[in-house]
């Protein structure tokens, strides 16, 4: 019984060891490395009389950012330029706020190309160029590729080089030397009460996971909400929080109500997946994108958001779970299906 004792003692103690080598280890400060240096980007490029610039304000920025990109072009009067379509995406980037204008610029027209881009892809990321197109005097048709440009997308976690990590250090050797035998039951008694404590808490664990299978996809969600909204994150000040919670029962229900695996991907792949799923509609599509690039938006680049933007995410998110419930087809109950 002594040596038994004895052993259960020293498995205590080695696992208290490891505990606290690892705590150091996660504790270790890593090195980020520094974002490159930042410039404007104002580029121009001709042909025939046909002149384009096009700028930006810098060819860093971070993750989310909205970035304003305009284009100008310089024709002879006489000569019917033809933009490229830009749809929502070019690369890896989205597009928001397209917008073309047309205007005299004494013997010259200046046509002017704006949108906002933006990107949750970290790293060196390119714009794709747009072709422009017009006639001649001739009327030979032109072209002439503007606009294309290398960005540094930096995110905000930064990207920590693995070696900065400290390796664990070697097993230490312990002496117990002479151990009393109330020290020795104190420990054999904890070890006893600690296995009880595992004991009863994955026997909870498994029961409330198998009551959340149990539950509908929009129930469980309307529960979350509810918690999330009980815990009065906005009220403490806690943005991060709050709209990480939100956006997490949104993508958990999603994966839930149309088998989508949301939790896997990011917010770009996964909004791609819902709108090829034939039981997304249009108009869910779109506030579901547009709820989950403003949680991005906290969660990512750090914006704080006012009090009355965070209750009305959850309102959003609650009428998004209740419409799309809605809107799901009538399965047949049991009953039906045995007659």
């Not at 004895?6 to 090195?31: E, G």
């Not at 006489?78 to 690369?91: H, K, N, R």
């Not at 009460?193 to 469980?220: C, F, G």
């Not at 209740?322 to 009953?335: G, I």
Request: charged content about 25%; glycine content about 6%.
């Amino acid at each position: 019984m002594r040596l038994g004792a004895m052993v259960a003692l020293r498995s205590l103690l080695f696992v208290a060891v490891i505990a606290v080598l690892i705590a150091q280890h996660s504790d270790a400060q890593t090195s980020v490395a520094p974002p490159p240096a930042a410039r404007a980007i104002d580029e121009e490029a001709s042909a025939d009389g046909v002149r384009a610039r096009w700028t930006l304000p810098s060819n860093v920025v971070q993750v989310g950012d909205a970035i304003p990109f305009r284009l100008t072009v310089y024709t002879p009067e006489g000569i019917t330029l033809e933009f490229p379509e830009i749809g929502s995406t070019s690369g890896a980037f989205d597009i928001r706020g397209l917008d073309r204008q047309s205007r005299a610029s004494g013997s010259n027209r200046e046509w002017t190309l704006s949108f906002t881009a933006s990107t949750f892809d970290s790293g060196t990321q390119q714009l794709p160029p747009f072709q422009l197109s017009w006639k001649d005097a001739a009327g030979e048709a032109r072209t002439l590729e503007v606009g294309g440009c290398t960005l540094d997308v930096v995110s905000i976690a930064g990207d920590a080089e693995p070696a900065a990590f400290k390796d664990i250090k070697g097993p230490l050797a312990m002496d117990l030397g002479g151990v009393p035998s109330w020290v020795t039951a104190v420990a054999v008694g904890a070890l006893v009460l600690l296995l009880m404590t595992l004991v009863i808490w994955l026997i909870r664990k498994r029961r409330a996971a198998a009551l959340e299978r149990a539950m509908t996809p929009d129930a469980w969600a309307l529960r979350e909400l509810a918690l999330l909204e009980k815990d009065d994150l906005v009220g403490k000040g806690d943005y991060h929080t709050y709209w990480v919670r939100l956006s997490g029962i949104i993508r958990q229900y999603v994966e839930r109500r149309f088998h989508i695996a949301a939790p896997e991907k990011t917010t770009q792949e996964f909004l791609a997946a819902a709108r090829e799923h034939p039981e997304v509609g249009a108009e869910h599509r779109h506030v579901l994108t547009d709820f989950l690039r403003a949680a991005d938006m906290v969660k990512f680049a750090a914006l704080r958001p006012a009090d009355e933007d965070c209750r009305r995410g959850l309102f959003a998110a609650r009428d998004f779970v209740r419409d799309t419930t809605a809107s799901a087809p009538e399965r047949p109950s049991p009953q039906e299906v045995r007659a």
